[in-house]
């Protein structure tokens, strides 16, 4: 074997390889948990996989990643760029009025095409239908496919000791989903 074909065959191999690197990477993504509002199941710093995916593909009791409230409401507070929360309803499931004030409010029985309703399994450290009522399609990134095993102590984790938060700006309280 010559050189020409040797280095094609490798330059072929790189590139297959890359190509298969980008396709997990747009089919999969890592998002890491801030604060509280999932314990016991999930904890502050834990690492999640996440397989993006549609609305449709959503079943309640599933564990999705979903971008925060938006509205002048929510616009004003410090909030992470991701939620980690249970999906308790989809499209079709009954509303579950019993669960917060925002979800009393709602005219509807039937939760709406395009529309879910998410809650944290830690409801005194949870932002989520509860006051903010429907989380939307658009705003959902994917399902919660497996939890990461712990990283090394030294990672650059925040610390878990209670009222110790990396995010937190000085002068400024946290809300109490973001313990």
Not at 9 to 18: E, F, R, Y
Not at 159 to 169: C, E, N, Q
């Amino acid at each position: 074997m010559t050189r020409a074909p040797a280095a094609l065959t490798a330059l072929g191999a790189g590139c297959a390889v890359a190509g298969a690197v980008a396709l997990v990477r747009r089919l999969y993504v890592v998002v890491t948990v801030q604060g509280e509002s999932m314990t016991p199941t999930l904890a502050d710093g834990d690492r999640v996989v996440v397989r993006r995916t549609r609305l449709a593909a959503v079943r309640s009791g599933q564990l999705v990643v979903s971008g925060p409230p938006a509205g002048e409401r929510w616009d004003r507070l410090p909030l992470p760029a991701w939620l980690v929360k249970r999906a308790v309803a989809v499209p079709g499931d009954r509303v579950p009025k019993d669960a917060g004030p925002a979800l009393r409010a709602l005219a509807e029985e039937h939760v709406p095409d395009g529309r879910l309703v998410l809650l944290g399994d830690n409801p005194r450290r949870s932002l989520d239908s509860r006051q903010c009522g429907y989380f939307t399609s658009r705003q959902l990134l994917g399902v919660v496919v497996r939890r990461l095993p712990c990283a090394a102590a030294g990672d650059g984790r925040s610390p878990s000791s209670p009222g110790h938060d990396v995010r937190a700006v000085p002068g400024r309280t946290n809300p109490p989903w973001r313990t």
